[in-house]
């Protein structure tokens, strides 16, 4: 099992950052880490999803998904701006 894997088993609760824009991402995701929330879903419906996800890669111990995935394109722009899971309700 990786640390992935069990991050996602271990957690009671997955925080969902679904806004039109994501402002302060790596702020949000550092103060939800601290708080014991280290798995934290993007989503692709807010406009600046990806760079706001790129930003928060800068988290220690943060694990981040995006989701809201639509296409394979999408996928791989998530992957590549470092989306350790995804999350694509019409795949």
């Not at 798995?39 to 800068?58: D, G, K, Q, S, W």
């Amino acid at each position: 099992m990786t640390k992935l894997d069990q991050a996602i088993l271990d957690a009671r609760v997955i925080p969902v950052l679904r806004a039109p824009r994501i402002e302060r991402s790596s702020r949000l995701v550092n103060m939800l880490c601290a708080a014991r929330l280290n798995v934290v879903e993007f989503t692709m419906t807010a406009e600046n999803a990806l760079e706001a996800l790129e930003a928060a890669r800068r988290v220690d111990g943060a694990f981040l998904g995006m989701g809201t995935v639509l296409s394979s394109h999408q996928a791989r722009q998530a992957v590549d701006a470092g989306a350790d899971f995804l999350v694509a309700p019409t795949l």
